[in-house]
C-alpha cells in the first residue's frame, strides 16, 4: 500500500493562497493612511484577504506519496492521545500519522468488531475529504445516482439526482457524489492506512485524565479489570455520543441527552433475498423514501449486495425505550406492521433476517459553545462527543470526518518548529482556533438534522418538488 505525507507545497492544507496584487496592496495602504489621517472618520477601508487555490502539488488533498512510512516526529510535535477509535477518532489518528504528529489511539471495544456496527453511512461533502485521509478510492462504496420519494401508494412526488440532472440538460458532470459504504467498511479503509490494527489499543477503557506536573496529561484507563496510566500532551474525545471525556469537561446537567421525539428502526437485507422482484428500485443505485406524514422509510444501498433500511416515526422517549429494549423480533414486527406501503417495501422488510435490524430513539444535545471549553486546557472534543445529532441528514460522520482533518492540520501549521506551543499552551496555539472553525462549521449541521426530525414525520415529506426537502422548505423560507 502507498505511504503518504504532508505536502510540501501547502503544508498539508491542499489549499495556496494567491499573493495579493501589489496594486490592491498600495491602495488599501494609502486609503487606512488617509483613514489615520481623517482622525478615524469615515468607514475603514478593508484589508485585502488572500484568494485560496487547490494546491497543484497535492490536487488538494494536502498529502503526497512516500516511499517510506511516515514517522513520528516526537520532538517537535505534541503527543495525542485520541480517545475512541469510531469514525472521528480513526480518522485523526491516520491525519496526525501522515503529518509526523505522534498519537496513541484508544478504543474501549476490545476488538474491530465485538459489537455489531451493521449501519450504512452516505458521504456528502466527506467524499472529497476522504482523500485527505490517503483514500482515493473506496472499493466498497457505492454511488448512488438517482433519488426519489413516495407516497405510500408509491407515487413519485419529487425526484433528484445524477441521472434527473443529466436528462435533457447539457451538463456533464454530477453537482456533486454520494457514496454509501457501510460504517465498518469505512473504519476499515481508515485502520488501513494505519498499517495495522495493532496500532489501536484496543480494550482501552478511558475513566479520568489530570493535568500532570510536567507539563502533560495523566489518563487513567481500565484495561483487563486494572488501571493502566498513560500519559500525552493533548487528549482528544472522540468517544461518541456518551462521551466520557465531555462529561469530565462539561457538566451533563448543561447539556444533557436532548430527546428528538422518534426512533429509528434500521436493518440490512440481502438483494439475493429479492431475486424474484423485478424493481427498480433495487438497482444499487437509487436511494428511495417513502412517508404518509408520520411515518417514513429510507432505503440506500449498504453494499452492491444489499440494501439498507431505516424506518422512523415519533413516539414518546419512554415507549421508545421500551421498543428498543424489546429486541429484534419485536422491532421487526413493528416497522412492518408500519408499513404495509407499495412495493418492494413489505417484501424487503420482511426478507430482512433479525439479527440485522436494531432500533434507537433518537438524541442530540444542545449546539456546543466556545466558552464552555475554554477552560478545558488541554483537552478537546471531535465528532458525535462535540455535536451529535440526529441521523436524518446524514451528517454525523461527515462532520466527524471534516473535525479529524481540521484538527490535524491545524496541530501541524501551529506547533511545526519554530513555534513555542509548549509555552504559550495548546489551547493557545491550536485548540481555541479549531473549536471556533468546528463549532461555526457543525452547528447549522446539528440545527438542520434536528428540524429534519420534525419535518420529515409530517405532510412536509411528501412537498412535491424535485429537490430534498429540507432544501424545498429552505427555498420557500419556511425552515
Ligand atoms: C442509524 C444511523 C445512521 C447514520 N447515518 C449517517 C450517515 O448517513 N452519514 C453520516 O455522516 N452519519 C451518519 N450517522 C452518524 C454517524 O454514525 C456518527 O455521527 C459517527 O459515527 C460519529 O463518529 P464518532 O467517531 O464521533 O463516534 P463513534 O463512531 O460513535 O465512535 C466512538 C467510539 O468511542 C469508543 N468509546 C466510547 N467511550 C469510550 C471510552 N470511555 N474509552 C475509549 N473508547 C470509548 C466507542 O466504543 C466507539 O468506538 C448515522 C448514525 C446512525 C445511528
Redesign the pocket.
Known amino acids: 500500500m502507498t505511504s503518504f505525507t504532508s505536502c510540501p507545497d501547502c503544508m498539508g492544507l491542499g489549499k495556496q493562497k494567491r499573493r495579493i496584487k501589489k496594486s490592491l496592496r498600495l491602495r488599501y495602504l494609502l486609503e487606512l493612511e488617509q483613514f489615520e489621517k481623517a482622525n478615524g472618520e469615515g468607514t475603514p477601508p478593508i484589508r485585502p484577504e488572500a484568494s485560496l487555490y487547490i494546491c497543484p502539488t497535492c490536487a488538494g488533498s494536502g498529502l503526497v506519496s512516500s516511499l517510506d512510512f511516515p514517522k513520528p516526529d516526537k520532538e517537535n510535535y505534541p503527543h495525542v492521545a485520541i480517545?475512541?477509535?469510531?469514525?472521528?477518532?480513526?480518522a485523526l489518528a491516520v491525519a496526525c500519522l501522515h503529518r509526523g504528529i505522534p498519537f496513541t489511539l484508544?478504543?474501549?471495544?476490545k476488538a474491530f468488531d465485538e459489537r455489531s456496527q451493521g449501519?450504512?453511512?452516505?458521504?456528502?461533502q466527506?467524499s472529497k475529504a476522504m482523500e485527505g485521509f490517503g483514500i482515493f478510492d473506496l472499493d466498497k462504496g457505492v454511488v448512488s445516482t438517482r433519488h426519489l420519494v413516495h407516497n405510500p401508494d408509491g407515487k413519485v412526488v419529487a425526484e433528484w439526482g445524477m441521472r434527473k440532472w443529466m436528462q435533457g440538460s447539457t451538463k456533464t458532470s454530477p453537482k456533486k457524489t454520494n457514496i454509501h459504504i457501510a460504517?465498518q467498511s469505512l473504519r476499515q479503509a481508515l485502520i488501513q492506512q494505519l498499517g495495522s490494527d495493532t496500532t489501536i489499543q484496543w480494550g482501552?477503557?478511558?475513566?479520568d485524565f489530570k493535568d500532570n506536573k510536567d507539563g502533560g496529561i495523566d489518563l487513567n484507563?481500565q484495561v483487563n479489570g486494572k488501571v493502566k496510566t498513560d500519559k500525552a500532551d493533548l487528549i482528544v474525545g472522540?468517544?461518541?455520543?456518551?462521551?466520557?471525556?465531555r462529561s469530565l469537561l462539561i457538566s451533563e446537567k448543561r447539556s444533557p441527552l436532548r430527546y428528538l421525539g422518534c426512533i429509528?428502526i434500521?436493518g440490512i437485507c440481502p438483494l439475493s433475498a429479492l431475486e424474484n422482484m423485478n424493481s427498480h428500485l433495487l438497482d444499487s443505485a437509487t436511494v428511495f423514501q417513502t412517508a404518509n406524514g408520520n411515518e417514513r422509510i429510507y432505503m440506500m444501498p449498504y453494499d452492491s449486495d444489499s440494501i439498507m433500511w431505516?424506518l422512523s416515526f415519533p413516539m414518546t422517549e419512554e415507549d421508545a425505550k421500551t421498543l428498543s429494549t424489546k429486541g429484534k423480533k419485536a422491532l421487526k414486527e413493528e416497522a412492518i406492521q408500519r408499513t404495509q406501503w407499495h412495493s418492494p417495501i413489505p417484501e424487503i422488510l420482511s426478507a430482512t433476517l433479525e439479527t440485522q435490524i436494531s432500533g434507537?430513539p433518537v438524541y442530540d444535545r444542545a449546539l456546543l459553545r466556545s466558552e464552555w471549553l475554554e477552560n478545558s486546557g488541554k483537552a478537546t472534543l471531535?465528532?458525535?462527543?462535540a455535536h451529535?445529532?440526529s441521523?436524518f441528514k446524514?451528517?454525523?460522520?461527515?462532520?466527524?470526518l471534516l473535525d479529524a482533518l481540521s484538527l490535524a492540520r491545524t496541530i501541524f501549521k501551529a506547533c511545526r518548529p519554530p513555534s513555542n506551543w509548549r509555552e504559550k499552551g495548546i489551547r493557545e496555539s491550536v485548540l481555541t482556533a479549531f473549536e471556533s472553525e468546528m463549532i461555526e462549521r457543525s452547528s447549522v449541521k446539528v440545527q438542520d438534522s434536528a428540524l429534519a426530525a420534525q419535518f420529515l414525520h409530517s405532510e412536509i415529506a411528501l412537498y412535491e418538488g424535485n429537490e430534498p426537502r429540507g432544501k424545498v422548505l429552505k427555498r420557500k423560507g419556511k425552515l
Do not use: K, W
Open positions: 480517545i475512541g477509535g469510531g469514525i472521528g477518532g480513526t484508544y478504543e474501549r471495544d449501519y450504512g453511512l452516505t458521504l456528502q466527506a460504517r482501552h477503557q478511558l475513566l484507563f472522540a468517544d461518541g455520543i456518551r462521551s466520557a471525556v429509528v434500521l431505516q434507537y471531535i465528532g458525535d462527543a451529535p445529532m441521523p446524514g451528517q454525523g460522520a461527515n462532520q466527524a
